[in-house]
Protein backbone atom coordinates (compact mmCIF):
# COMPACT_ATOMS: atom_id res chain seq x y z
CA UNK A 1 0.00 0.00 0.00
CA UNK A 2 1.31 3.44 -0.82
CA UNK A 3 2.50 5.33 2.86
CA UNK A 4 1.12 8.72 3.11
CA UNK A 5 3.15 10.68 5.54
CA UNK A 6 2.21 14.40 6.62
CA UNK A 7 4.19 16.92 8.66
CA UNK A 8 4.16 18.13 10.89
CA UNK A 9 1.03 16.54 13.20
CA UNK A 10 0.47 19.33 15.54
CA UNK A 11 0.74 22.86 14.16
CA UNK A 12 -0.39 25.31 15.99
CA UNK A 13 -0.86 28.74 14.51
CA UNK A 14 -1.24 33.10 14.98
CA UNK A 15 -4.62 34.02 13.31
CA UNK A 16 -4.04 35.77 10.47
CA UNK A 17 -0.69 34.50 10.12
CA UNK A 18 0.23 31.30 7.20
CA UNK A 19 0.46 28.01 7.74
CA UNK A 20 1.88 24.89 5.80
CA UNK A 21 1.71 20.88 6.18
CA UNK A 22 3.66 18.95 3.94
CA UNK A 23 2.72 15.28 2.41
CA UNK A 24 5.45 12.67 1.16
CA UNK A 25 3.87 9.52 -0.84
CA UNK A 26 5.86 6.11 -0.88
CA UNK A 27 5.72 6.07 -4.57
CA UNK A 28 4.83 8.35 -7.32
CA UNK A 29 1.21 9.58 -7.61
CA UNK A 30 1.32 10.19 -11.24
CA UNK A 31 -1.33 7.92 -12.50
CA UNK A 32 -0.86 6.04 -16.02
CA UNK A 33 -3.22 8.58 -17.16
CA UNK A 34 -1.52 11.34 -16.19
CA UNK A 35 -3.16 12.59 -13.57
CA UNK A 36 -2.38 12.80 -10.20
CA UNK A 37 -4.54 12.14 -7.73
CA UNK A 38 -3.36 13.88 -4.52
CA UNK A 39 -6.38 15.28 -2.00
CA UNK A 40 -6.85 17.52 1.06
CA UNK A 41 -9.15 16.91 3.70
CA UNK A 42 -10.25 18.88 6.33
CA UNK A 43 -12.01 17.40 9.36
CA UNK A 44 -13.61 20.02 11.75
CA UNK A 45 -14.13 19.09 15.19
CA UNK A 46 -17.41 16.98 15.37
CA UNK A 47 -17.91 17.12 11.49
CA UNK A 48 -17.57 14.84 8.67
CA UNK A 49 -14.18 15.36 6.46
CA UNK A 50 -14.69 17.93 3.95
CA UNK A 51 -12.53 17.84 0.72
CA UNK A 52 -10.57 20.69 -0.04
CA UNK A 53 -8.12 20.13 -3.35
CA UNK A 54 -8.44 17.53 -5.50
CA UNK A 55 -5.88 16.79 -8.52
CA UNK A 56 -3.08 18.64 -6.23
CA UNK A 57 -3.98 21.98 -6.35
CA UNK A 58 -7.73 22.03 -7.67
CA UNK A 59 -10.06 23.85 -5.01
CA UNK A 60 -13.83 22.26 -4.28
CA UNK A 61 -16.53 24.02 -4.68
CA UNK A 62 -16.95 27.04 -2.04
CA UNK A 63 -13.38 26.48 -0.79
CA UNK A 64 -11.58 29.89 0.03
CA UNK A 65 -9.11 31.05 -2.09
CA UNK A 66 -6.72 31.58 0.90
CA UNK A 67 -6.40 27.56 0.93
CA UNK A 68 -3.63 26.04 -1.96
CA UNK A 69 -2.38 23.12 -2.97
CA UNK A 70 0.91 22.23 -4.92
CA UNK A 71 3.34 19.59 -5.62
CA UNK A 72 4.16 16.39 -7.94
CA UNK A 73 5.60 12.94 -7.90
CA UNK A 74 5.85 12.58 -4.41
CA UNK A 75 6.06 15.66 -2.40
CA UNK A 76 2.85 17.97 -1.83
CA UNK A 77 1.82 20.63 0.56
CA UNK A 78 -0.99 22.64 1.39
CA UNK A 79 -1.04 26.39 2.00
CA UNK A 80 -3.43 28.18 4.03
CA UNK A 81 -2.36 31.96 3.67
CA UNK A 82 -3.74 33.78 6.44
CA UNK A 83 -5.58 31.44 8.99
CA UNK A 84 -8.63 32.42 10.30
CA UNK A 85 -10.39 31.03 13.62
CA UNK A 86 -12.86 28.59 11.16
CA UNK A 87 -9.87 26.52 10.39
CA UNK A 88 -9.22 25.24 13.00
CA UNK A 89 -9.40 20.85 12.61
CA UNK A 90 -7.60 17.95 12.02
CA UNK A 91 -6.17 18.04 7.79
CA UNK A 92 -5.55 15.04 5.77
CA UNK A 93 -4.30 14.43 2.56
CA UNK A 94 -5.08 10.89 0.83
CA UNK A 95 -3.92 9.82 -2.45
CA UNK A 96 -6.46 8.13 -5.04
CA UNK A 97 -4.17 6.82 -7.49
CA UNK A 98 -3.34 3.46 -6.76
CA UNK A 99 -5.63 1.21 -4.65
CA UNK A 100 -6.15 0.99 -1.71
CA UNK A 101 -6.82 4.73 -1.64
CA UNK A 102 -4.75 5.80 1.60
CA UNK A 103 -4.99 8.97 4.01
CA UNK A 104 -2.06 10.34 5.74
CA UNK A 105 -2.20 9.97 9.74
CA UNK A 106 -4.02 13.72 9.81
CA UNK A 107 -2.24 17.05 11.21
CA UNK A 108 -4.15 18.79 13.80
CA UNK A 109 -4.35 23.16 13.20
CA UNK A 110 -4.93 24.43 16.32
CA UNK A 111 -4.61 28.49 17.35
CA UNK A 112 -2.32 29.29 19.37
CA UNK B 1 -29.06 20.38 -1.35
CA UNK B 2 -27.09 17.10 -1.53
CA UNK B 3 -27.83 14.70 1.02
CA UNK B 4 -26.18 11.17 2.31
CA UNK B 5 -27.89 10.02 5.20
CA UNK B 6 -26.28 7.02 6.45
CA UNK B 7 -28.35 4.03 9.27
CA UNK B 8 -27.42 0.43 10.12
CA UNK B 9 -24.71 1.33 12.98
CA UNK B 10 -24.76 0.02 16.41
CA UNK B 11 -23.50 -2.61 18.79
CA UNK B 12 -22.81 -5.89 17.59
CA UNK B 13 -20.48 -8.69 19.47
CA UNK B 14 -17.39 -10.40 17.87
CA UNK B 15 -18.16 -12.54 15.10
CA UNK B 16 -21.87 -10.82 14.53
CA UNK B 17 -22.92 -9.29 11.02
CA UNK B 18 -24.25 -5.53 10.59
CA UNK B 19 -25.92 -4.11 7.63
CA UNK B 20 -24.89 -0.48 7.16
CA UNK B 21 -27.20 1.51 4.72
CA UNK B 22 -26.76 5.18 2.89
CA UNK B 23 -29.25 6.89 1.09
CA UNK B 24 -28.48 9.85 -1.63
CA UNK B 25 -30.38 12.70 -2.98
CA UNK B 26 -29.45 16.39 -4.37
CA UNK B 27 -27.30 14.44 -7.27
CA UNK B 28 -27.00 11.75 -9.83
CA UNK B 29 -26.18 8.95 -7.58
CA UNK B 30 -26.03 6.42 -10.45
CA UNK B 31 -23.41 8.32 -11.97
CA UNK B 32 -21.14 8.68 -9.29
CA UNK B 33 -18.46 6.12 -8.17
CA UNK B 34 -19.05 5.76 -4.11
CA UNK B 35 -17.42 4.16 -1.37
CA UNK B 36 -17.38 3.71 2.44
CA UNK B 37 -14.75 5.23 4.77
CA UNK B 38 -14.20 4.72 8.74
CA UNK B 39 -12.63 6.02 11.36
CA UNK B 40 -11.55 4.78 14.39
CA UNK B 41 -12.78 6.31 17.90
CA UNK B 42 -9.66 9.20 17.90
CA UNK B 43 -8.09 8.00 14.96
CA UNK B 44 -7.83 8.47 11.37
CA UNK B 45 -9.31 8.01 7.64
CA UNK B 46 -9.38 4.62 6.57
CA UNK B 47 -11.23 3.74 3.15
CA UNK B 48 -12.88 0.77 3.01
CA UNK B 49 -14.29 0.00 0.15
CA UNK B 50 -15.35 1.62 -3.51
CA UNK B 51 -18.13 0.99 -6.26
CA UNK B 52 -18.23 1.56 -9.39
CA UNK B 53 -21.26 3.75 -10.66
CA UNK B 54 -23.28 0.74 -12.50
CA UNK B 55 -22.35 -1.57 -9.53
CA UNK B 56 -19.59 -3.84 -12.25
CA UNK B 57 -16.58 -3.14 -10.22
CA UNK B 58 -15.98 -3.48 -6.52
CA UNK B 59 -12.59 -2.88 -4.58
CA UNK B 60 -11.56 -3.60 -0.85
CA UNK B 61 -9.20 -2.74 1.26
CA UNK B 62 -7.04 -5.73 2.75
CA UNK B 63 -8.25 -6.25 5.94
CA UNK B 64 -12.09 -6.25 5.28
CA UNK B 65 -11.51 -8.58 1.93
CA UNK B 66 -14.16 -11.54 2.50
CA UNK B 67 -15.96 -10.73 5.77
CA UNK B 68 -17.75 -7.25 4.22
CA UNK B 69 -19.74 -6.65 0.72
CA UNK B 70 -20.52 -3.26 -0.94
CA UNK B 71 -23.60 -2.77 -3.28
CA UNK B 72 -25.66 -0.03 -4.91
CA UNK B 73 -29.39 0.34 -5.60
CA UNK B 74 -29.08 2.56 -8.14
CA UNK B 75 -33.00 3.02 -8.76
CA UNK B 76 -33.61 3.57 -5.13
CA UNK B 77 -30.25 6.03 -4.87
CA UNK B 78 -28.52 3.50 -1.79
CA UNK B 79 -25.49 2.19 -1.36
CA UNK B 80 -24.66 -0.90 1.52
CA UNK B 81 -22.07 -2.15 3.07
CA UNK B 82 -22.65 -5.89 4.62
CA UNK B 83 -20.18 -6.74 7.23
CA UNK B 84 -19.67 -10.02 8.70
CA UNK B 85 -17.16 -11.63 10.99
CA UNK B 86 -16.80 -8.19 12.64
CA UNK B 87 -13.59 -8.28 15.03
CA UNK B 88 -13.07 -6.04 17.41
CA UNK B 89 -10.80 -3.60 14.87
CA UNK B 90 -14.03 -2.91 12.97
CA UNK B 91 -15.28 -0.59 15.35
CA UNK B 92 -15.47 3.25 13.81
CA UNK B 93 -17.29 5.78 12.74
CA UNK B 94 -18.31 4.54 8.80
CA UNK B 95 -18.94 7.02 6.41
CA UNK B 96 -20.56 7.09 3.08
CA UNK B 97 -18.67 9.25 0.66
CA UNK B 98 -18.73 9.96 -2.91
CA UNK B 99 -14.98 8.58 -4.65
CA UNK B 100 -15.26 10.99 -7.49
CA UNK B 101 -11.31 11.74 -8.58
CA UNK B 102 -11.56 14.02 -11.21
CA UNK B 103 -13.66 16.93 -10.52
CA UNK B 104 -15.28 18.91 -8.04
CA UNK B 105 -18.12 16.61 -7.13
CA UNK B 106 -17.76 15.58 -3.46
CA UNK B 107 -20.27 14.27 -0.85
CA UNK B 108 -20.09 13.02 2.86
CA UNK B 109 -22.96 11.34 4.98
CA UNK B 110 -22.70 12.45 8.60
CA UNK B 111 -21.60 9.04 9.69
CA UNK B 112 -22.76 5.71 11.51
CA UNK B 113 -20.90 4.52 14.87
CA UNK B 114 -20.19 0.74 14.42
CA UNK B 115 -19.66 -0.69 18.10
CA UNK B 116 -17.84 -4.74 17.70
CA UNK B 117 -17.74 -5.10 21.50
CA UNK B 118 -18.75 -8.26 23.71
Known amino acids: DVVMTQSPLSLPVTLGQPASISCRSSQSLVHSNGNTFLNWFQQRPGQSPRRLIYKVSNRDSGVPDRFSGSGSGTDFTLQISRVEAEDVGVYYCMQATHWPWTFGQGTKVEIK | EVQLVESGGGLVQPGGSLRLSCVAS????????MRWVRQAPGRGLETVAN????????YYVDSVKGRFTISRDNAKNSLYLQMSSLRDEDTAVYYC???????????WGQGTLVTVSS
Open chain 2, 26 to 33: GFTFSSCW
Open chain 2, 51 to 58: IKDDGGEK
Open chain 2, 97 to 107: TSAIRGDSRDY
